[in-house]
């Protein structure tokens, strides 16, 4: 398969690479009114200390220990949910005699905007056209991000007849496990970038001259720049971004991509990055939140230009390979199934779908690609180097708040108690756990300790004993959990802390959110929320205080959905 190769337009290409590797002053919200200063962190502290004395919380540690086989050291690929959990967006008509199903990356795949491929597909099928032999062809079209699709590719567990992710890398990557044919290195245009407010683009340039991949990787590791970006493993603009970094580190040289000393400054690196979000459309829908969290991200340009709140104020600075939306073919595809795909192709290479691309924001800048397309083993060696330097050396505190009110019975609890399970086996042992469980009152189940063996056993014992009943006091044991974690930053101030709540998000009782809004944007601890069946707008407000991400889980996905997770988040 062929490969961009760098041109006399590379060193110029890695000055805008630079850009990518900064992300400036991520601003504090959770203000009075907009104008107003955020809570600093010793006054969030504060208050924070009088509401735990004020929601009367109990002591009310597990006293036994569950039976637990140690650790299977399980991947993301062994929580894969059924295929049916990612919907078939296009179907087929029944009448149709040759019939290929496409693995269709989300920003092209879902509706409005983002529904190109879709709307491409849909014309293709009604058009009934046909083959050299006749016979008339048409398109599945599944709805999955492409970090998913390759997950499912590797792993054999279902296999398509075409993929198209967003960008070459995933089709790299696939093709170190499954034969890959190339039907198009391009169906519709899209370019990554870092999306920087002006003024702050302004500041740095004023600052540095010329923003270089070296001048600014050595600020974001000084502690003097800050840079949110999504997970390599589910995102393509995260993956291309972690190429982007590495080959910044490794000044160009593919072949060290993943050489220790790389690896060891990437660790620097990432102590000064904080974890913003698991796919790009979950970074687009926290900005149109509009918190105020973030000065800098990374983005797709089809998503930044339809991103309303970004339409002024900021500028879009390209990066990495470019998103081109390829069209493969995957395994051991018969010379018919080739036929539909380079069928369908060619449909969408029409006049009315190039219009319709322009229309939905695929049109994006000129862009040389800043790096090579490095080879599939490669790119699965950057995601361990990721994987293993993803907390930048720090250690890492995680409390788990979990809710055991009434509304969480059925379905529900058994989910939640799926999803304590599934963690284990993705939380480092030298990782410090601990748990509050809330219902109308909130209770501190696990002090924090080292998730050794004997920990988990008492982890799984409050996952077994789970026992739905009561009201929901969810911002009670929010409060809580955040207690613990200070405490614990009190005792090493170096120490990474991360909250995370499992809930329908059905607060009835105890604090709201606004008593507690300021208090978590000034801690600045990332609160991730995992719903089920839950109140998703309310969770989003809570993720979205910190740089956190909001997950609905259902009761097929949630073991796959609480992995990506602690894949991504610690």
């Known amino acids: 398969m062929s490969r961009s190769r760098r041109g006399p337009l590379a060193r110029r290409a890695r000055v805008a690479v630079a850009a990518v590797v900064v992300g400036v002053g991520v601003a504090s919200c959770g203000t009075d009114g907009g104008g107003d200063e955020p809570l600093s962190s010793q006054d969030a502290t504060t208050r924070l200390n009088s509401l735990v004395d004020e929601i009367g919380w109990v002591d009310d540690p597990i006293t036994r220990s569950a039976s637990i086989p140690p650790p299977t050291g399980a991947d993301l690929a062994d929580t894969l949910p059924p295929i049916d959990e990612f919907p078939i967006v296009v179907e087929a008509p029944p009448t149709a005699d040759a019939v290929v199903e496409v693995f269709a990356s989300t920003e092209k795949s879902g509706t409005g905007t983002d529904g190109w491929m ?30 998913t699709a390759y997950q499912f590719i590797a792993s054999g567990t279902e296999i398509p007849g075409g993929f198209s992710p967003s960008n070459q890398l995933w089709v790299e990557m696939a093709a170190e496990f499954q034969p890959v044919t190339e039907i198009r290195p391009s169906t519709v245009p899209n370019v990554a970038g870092i999306v920087m407010k002006t003024a702050t683009a302004d500041e740095l340039r004023a600052a540095s001259g010329e923003l270089t991949a070296a001048t600014l990787v050595d600020a974001v590791i000084a502690g003097d720049l800050v840079m949110g970006y999504t997970d390599p493993f589910a995102s393509s603009t995260g993956l291309n971004f972690l ?21 060891s400054v990437f660790e620097q690196f990432q102590r000064q990055v904080p974890f913003v979000a698991l796919t790009t ?12 969290t973030l000065d800098t991200f990374v983005m797709e340009y089809q998503t930044y230009v339809q991103t ?47 219009e319709l691309a322009t229309e939905y924001g695929f049109d994006p800048p000129a862009h040389t690609p800043d790096v090579d397309v490095p080879s599939g083993s490669t790119l699965i060696d950057a995601q361990a180097v990721w994987k293993d ?12 708040v979990v809710d055991v009110s009434g509304s969480m019975e059925g ?22 756990v601990g748990v509050v469980e809330f219902s109308t009152q909130a209770a501190m189940r696990l002090p924090i300790g080292e998730f050794d063996l004997n920990q988990q056993a008492r982890y799984a014992a409050i996952a077994e004993d789970l026992s739905p009943g009561g009201g929901t006091a969810m911002y009670d044991g929010i409060v809580l959990g955040l207690s613990m974690l200070r405490a614990e930053s009190a005792v090493d101030p170096d120490l990474k802390t991360i909250l995370v709540v499992l809930t329908d998000g059905e607060t009835t009782d105890g604090l709201g959110f606004d008593e507690v809004d300021e208090v978590i944007a000034g801690l600045r601890i990332p609160v991730y929320t995992v719903g089920f069946e839950a109140d998703l ?34």
Do not use: C, W
Not at 140 to 146: E, G, V
Not at 556 to 567: R, W
């Open 281 to 292: 459309l979950q970074m687009r829908d926290s900005v149109e939140n509009d918190t105020g």
């Open 118 to 147: 879709v709307e491409a597909a849909e014309g293709f099928n009604d058009a009934g056209v046909a083959l050299a032999d006749g016979s008339t062809a048409a398109i599945d079209l599944r709805s999955i991000a492409s970090g």
């Open 243 to 263: 190429v982007t970094v590495l080959d910044a580190i490794a000044d160009g040289d593919e072949s060290r991509l993943t050489d220790p000393d790389v690896a």
């Open 308 to 354: 309303d709140s970004l339409s002024s104020g900021y500028e879009f600075i390209p990066f990495g390979v470019r998103h081109d939306n390829p069209l493969v073919a995957v395994g051991d595809v018969t010379a018919e199934q080739t036929e539909v795909l380079e069928a369908f192709a060619t449909f969408a290479e029409g006049s009315e779908y190039a």
């Open 537 to 570: 707008d309310e969770l989003g407000r809570v993720s979205s205080l910190v740089e956190a991400a909001s997950i609905d889980a259902s009761e097929d996905d949630v073991e796959f959905k609480i992995a990506a997770l602690f894949n991504a988040g610690g």
């Open 389 to 400: 330097k993803k907390d930048g050396g720090r250690p890492v505190s995680t409390v788990f």
């Open 411 to 432: 379905t529900r609890i058994s989910s939640l108690r799926r999803a304590m399970l599934s963690a284990r086996e993705f939380v480092k042992p030298a990782t410090r």
